[in-house]
C-alpha cells in the first residue's frame, strides 16, 4: 500500500481481556518496528522484525506482549490479560531494510477500562 | 543507555518568527538522529535525517543541525506559519537495529 495502515485506530477493552493490534507495512519493507507511546511521551521500542523474525524485543515490557510477523508483511501485536497502565498509542513503523527512512503508520489508540 | 532530552515541552511564538528547538542526547555514538512532526491524534512524519557524518541537513524551511560531540541537535523553522503547530520530536539512532530513542518531545503553537 501507500503507507503503513494500522487497524483498528481506536480499540476500548475491559480490563483482563486480550486484544490484538495489527500493522500491514508499506509494500516490500523488510524491517518493521513497534513503539508505544504514552500521554505526554515519546514513543518507546517495543519489538523489531527483519522479515519473519523478531531480530530485537528487548522493548516488550513483560510475556504479556508477543508479536508475530509470520509471513514477513502483516504484523500483530498481542496483549493478554490486559491492564490500565496498558493504556497507549500503539505505533507500527516500517522501512526499506532498517537503518532509517522510517514510515510510521497512524497508531491504534487502546484503552484499557 | 541512550537519553533524549528536549527542552522546553512546549512553546508558543507568533506567526512568522525564525524558531530553534533543542535537542540532547547521552550518548554520542549515535548511527543517525532523526526530526520528527506529530500532529494530535496522528502518526509520526519524518521531516528531516541527518547521519552521523553529516552536520545539517535542510528542506524547505527547516534546517536541522547536528553536533555529536556536545550531544546536541537543533532545528530551526524559518518564518513560521501556524500550519507549523504541532509536535516535534527527535530520536537518536544508536544502530543497534536502528531502534530509535526519542525524546518527550516539543508542542509548537504558532499564533496569527
Known sequence: GAGVSQTPSNKV????????LRCD?????TALYWY??????????????????AADDSGLPNDRFFAVRPEGSVSTLKIQRTERGDSAVYLCASSFQGGGGYTFGSGTRLTVV | KQEVTQIP?????????????????TDSAIYNLQWFRQDPGKGLTSL??????QREQTSGRLNASL??????????????QPG???TYLCAADTGANSKLTFGKGITLSVRP
Open chain 2, 9 to 25: 515541552a512546549a512553546l508558543s511564538v507568533p506567526e512568522g518568527e525564525n524558531l530553534v528547538l533543542n535537542c540532547s542526547f
Open chain 1, 13 to 20: 477493552t475491559e480490563k483482563g481481556k486480550y486484544v490484538e
Open chain 1, 25 to 29: 507495512p508499506i509494500s516490500g519493507h
Open chain 2, 48 to 53: 528531516l535525517l541527518i547521519q552521523s557524518s
Open chain 1, 36 to 53: 508505544r507511546q504514552s500521554l505526554g511521551q515519546g514513543p518507546e521500542f517495543l519489538i523489531y522484525f527483519q522479515g519473519t523474525g
Open chain 2, 84 to 86: 507549523d503547530s504541532a
Open chain 2, 67 to 80: 553536533d555529536k560531540s556536545s550531544g546536541r541537535s537543533t532545528l530551526y523553522i524559518a518564518a513560521s
